[in-house]
């Protein structure tokens, strides 16, 4: 009876126990995902997405940046208003003056293709900064031939850039004397004697600047029909054109003087880069603690963001 009583017993302990180990079991899963040890997961997550992000933002040249914006910027304004401009300037000196220019249509070219150039330029400069810029300086420079490479691309991209900031600096001085020119017209058509048809716009004692075989007639401006050709439908467009080519111009050339500073400062930082990494080894030698000698996330050498 005892041995049959504690078979029984047994019996009813197991077929106890299995519901209680499901329950168990269930309510472990339920717990599990409200403690603490899930909250601080998810606060884990948000670290590594926040961590992910500043490596991403201290990657961006952002000096660079704003240089290729700015020359963008520029170019696209200039190419255009100049476009436009020598357009107007083409179509007063055939329709008022009688005189065609054949080479202003590859002038009109060539700003197509300078605006071209300079964007890709820009472009070329802003890969470079990117190369040269945070933890990827750290990755790409890290052979001998790579810091060469890089210190070469550098230096011949400054070399460029500074013959571009010459050729720049003569255009913006041509824009210059070409916008006082064309503001000198404007006040002439603005003159009342002028707008009230009395008096003829002359440009006879400027008759060095015509062709030898210009005819007097031609330099003169007269009639109604020739003064609002010159005046509102030419000089008055063409002016705004030439001033806002002007300003553009001039943005161009103050990108070009960033894109120098630039590429100064991460050629240095290439040049470096050397130094840094045995002083990162041997501080990675006498301090056992550090895992690994790359410099952490906010370390001096990731705030370089040329």
């Not at 078979?7 to 403690?35: C, H, M, Q, W």
């Not at 472009?123 to 945070?134: R, S």
């Not at 300086?137 to 850039?161: E, N, P």
Request: net charge neutral.
């Amino acid at each position: 009876m005892a041995q049959q009583w504690r078979r029984n017993r047994g019996t009813e302990e197991a077929s106890v126990a299995v519901p209680l180990n499901k329950k168990r079991f269930n309510s472990a899963i339920s717990l599990d995902r409200y403690s603490d040890h899930n909250v601080h997961d998810r606060y884990e997550i948000n670290d590594e997405t926040r961590n992910m992000c500043n490596d991403i933002m201290a990657r961006v040249p952002y000096a660079t940046l704003i240089a290729t914006i700015m020359c963008c910027l520029g170019v696209g304004i200039f190419c255009g208003t100049m476009y436009r401009g020598a357009t107007l300037a083409s179509l007063m000196l055939d329709q008022v003056f009688h005189q065609r220019l054949v080479w202003l249509e590859a002038v009109q070219l060539i700003f197509a293709i300078v605006g071209a150039s300079m964007a890709a330029l820009g472009f070329m400069i802003l890969c470079v900064g990117c190369l040269a810029t945070g933890a990827t300086r750290h990755r790409v420079y890290r052979a001998w031939r790579s810091r060469v490479g890089g210190r070469i691309s550098c230096a011949v991209f400054m070399t460029i850039t500074y013959i571009l900031q010459l050729g720049w600096l003569l255009i913006f001085a041509f824009l210059v004397i070409t916008t006082l020119i064309f503001s000198i017209f404007w006040g002439m058509c603005s003159h009342p004697r002028v707008q009230s048809l009395d008096q003829c716009i002359d440009f006879t004692q400027f008759d060095f600047l015509f062709p030898n075989n210009t005819r007097v007639e031609d330099m003169k401006v007269c009639g109604s029909q020739e003064v609002k050709l010159f005046c509102k439908d030419y000089v008055e467009k063409a002016e705004v054109m030439f001033i806002l080519a002007t300003v553009a111009s001039l943005l161009v050339v103050l990108s070009l003087i960033h894109y120098l500073m630039c590429l100064s400062a991460n050629y240095a930082h290439i040049r470096d880069h050397e130094k840094f990494q045995e002083l990162q080894e041997l501080q990675y030698l006498q301090d056992p603690d550090i895992d690994s000698p790359q410099p952490p996330l906010g370390s001096a050498h990731a705030k370089n963001r040329y």
